[in-house]
């Protein structure tokens, strides 16, 4: 194994991370169309059939006109709050994990190590954060200079021996200089948007169940009227769930478990130990921390993923594996060890 082609990699995530600024707004652009449409065709009838159903018809002149006059409204809205959540998700990871600043005084130990690779590599120094946590686990984070840092728990400190620190923390530069870390933050606040839209829609169905299906005459028009808005509210709910869940796997996906592989092959060949890094490994997957954050999507950047630690065989773990943004940490130690 030998980490090559890391120019190529940062071309391959910075496409990447166009591609996913594009297709967002598509996928919301083509939900709001959707929407739309179901509410024109349900709102247009040629009268009744014989049988009592109503002639509904599309009129899709209207639809993409009013379409088209709320396009410049929508992906101002995406753009705002994409670039609000883009710019703070410093701050927000900070707040989730609890993490603080580490000053050289602090903990020259650590702060030399990460001051001495970044020197060997040619990379500006990140800030170095520490998580008060027993247990082991380490991440990068940041979209730019002023914002990379590397954020590791007390365990690690106190449980990982130089060496074994040093390729931990190559790992995490590695991640940094190849922008993964950019890479990450993108598809974190799309999803994190996508996932609000489906809280907002999920609770205007459940206030519409409760406040307006039984409020008038079933057998009137208006009864009518309101039972044919809660079913295109509820189709439309779904049609977003299946499509934020697609652009879940999408985004999954797209950041692949092949960044991982990438960053230990860089953290090896950075710290010159690769056997060190396999043994912080094997020691981070025997006890992981920062579970008590409770958030997966702060938990794609931590080096050990639980959900990487591979619980044997069987079809349930294969198809697990699929969608985990981690690979089977066993690999990744075997890899290390065959360096």
Avoid at 257 to 286: H, T, V
Wanted: hydrophobic letters at 45%; glycine letters at 8%; one cysteine or more.
């Amino acid at each position: 194994m030998k980490y090559v082609g890391m120019h190529s990699l940062i071309q391959r995530n910075n496409r990447l991370s166009a591609l996913l600024l594009l297709g967002f707004p598509a996928i919301i652009l083509g939900a709001v169309w959707l929407f739309m449409a179901i509410i024109n065709y349900l709102s247009n009838s040629n009268g009744y059939d014989r049988r009592g159903y109503s002639q509904n018809f599309l009129d899709a002149d209207e639809v993409n006109s009013n379409f088209m006059g709320v396009v410049p409204w929508v992906l101002a809205g995406v753009a705002v709050w994409f670039v609000i959540a883009y710019f703070s998700n410093t701050s927000m990871i900070r707040h989730a994990t609890r993490a603080m600043p580490l000053a050289r005084r602090d903990n020259p130990r650590v702060y030399n190590i990460v001051e001495n690779l970044t020197m060997a590599c040619g990379m500006p120094m990140p800030e170095v954060n520490i998580i008060d946590d027993p247990q082991l686990n380490a991440f990068a984070s940041g979209i730019d200079e002023k914002t990379y840092t590397v954020t590791v728990t007390t365990g690690l400190l106190e449980r990982l021996n130089d060496d074994e620190l040093a390729g931990v923390i190559g790992h995490e530069l590695t991640h940094i200089r190849n922008h993964d870390t950019r890479l990450l933050i993108t598809s974190i606040v799309f999803v994190g948007i996508i996932s609000t839209v489906m809280a907002l829609l999920v609770r205007m169905m459940w206030n519409m169940f409760l406040f307006g299906g039984g409020s008038s005459n079933r057998n009137s028009k208006d009864g009518k009227n309101n039972g044919l808005g809660i079913i295109a509210v509820m189709f439309i709910g779904l049609v977003c769930a299946a499509i934020a869940y697609l652009f879940t796997l999408l985004t999954r996906f797209a950041i692949s478990r092949k960044r991982e592989f990438m960053a230990d092959a860089g953290g090896a060949e950075l710290c010159g130990n690769p056997l060190a890094l396999a043994s912080a490994l094997r020691k981070i997957s025997g006890d992981p921390g920062l579970a008590d954050v409770g958030r997966d999507d702060i938990a794609q950047m931590y080096i050990v993923h639980p959900q990487a630690l591979s619980g044997g065989g069987g079809v349930m773990n294969m198809f697990s594996s699929l969608f985990s943004t981690h690979p089977d940490t066993r690999e990744r130690i075997r890899l290390l060890e065959q360096y």
